[in-house]
């Protein structure tokens, strides 16, 4: 996984009132959990924006007014109107305990399918994992060297060392699909 840190500040006031004047001042309020104890704190909002407009899994380093947690962004929450980010939960890394995170899909190979003139549609974009931090892939890569037309690869057909994949291994990842001009050709 890729690293990022955020710098932050503990924080005083919680609750409703509290959350918005720090998002006056542009501050989104979070929270650390899993670990010995709960860490409220606040950061400037500009540091969120890698984590947020990135597909990536990233491995957080909070440095909370000197003391550092390595986490993983689990939750945030936006505003229904305006899309601003309002808040951000972050689950704690601890030595020897496994982790739950969403790691984005590569393909690799062409596909016979493509060259044949079918189209590539990705039906799933991201894979939901659990393991240890330390076996935890920056990306997870499909081969997509079988997809002939009409044909679909699902997240069954997907082997990973030392980490469990928690979807479905029928839920399909990427098919082919045949164009319109090319239907009534196979089917004569």
Do not use: C, W
């Not at 951000?88 to 399918?113: C, S």
């Amino acid at each position: 996984m890729k690293k990022h840190e955020i710098v932050g500040y503990n924080r005083a006031n919680l609750g409703k009132t509290g959350s918005k004047a720090l998002r006056a001042e542009g501050y989104i309020p979070g929270v650390l959990y899993g670990g010995k104890s709960q860490v409220h704190f606040y950061a400037p909002a500009i540091l969120f924006r890698q984590l947020l407009t990135s597909p990536e899994a990233y491995e957080v380093t909070l440095n909370i007014e000197g003391d550092e947690y390595s986490a993983i962004l689990q939750d945030t929450q936006f505003h229904p109107v305006n899309d601003q980010l309002l808040h951000a939960d972050f689950l704690e890394i601890v030595e020897g305990k496994d982790i739950k995170v969403e790691v984005p899909i590569r393909f690799v190979g062409t596909a016979p399918g493509v060259q044949k003139g079918g189209k590539l549609i990705q039906k799933l974009r991201k894979l939901k994992l659990r393991g240890a931090v330390n076996r935890i892939p920056d990306y997870v890569d499909v081969d997509v060297a079988d997809l002939d037309l009409g044909k679909t690869i699902k997240v069954g057909a997907v082997t990973l060392d030392g980490v469990e994949i928690l979807d479905g291994p029928l839920l399909p990842i990427a098919s082919i699909e045949i164009p319109r001009s090319m239907r009534g050709k196979t089917a004569a």
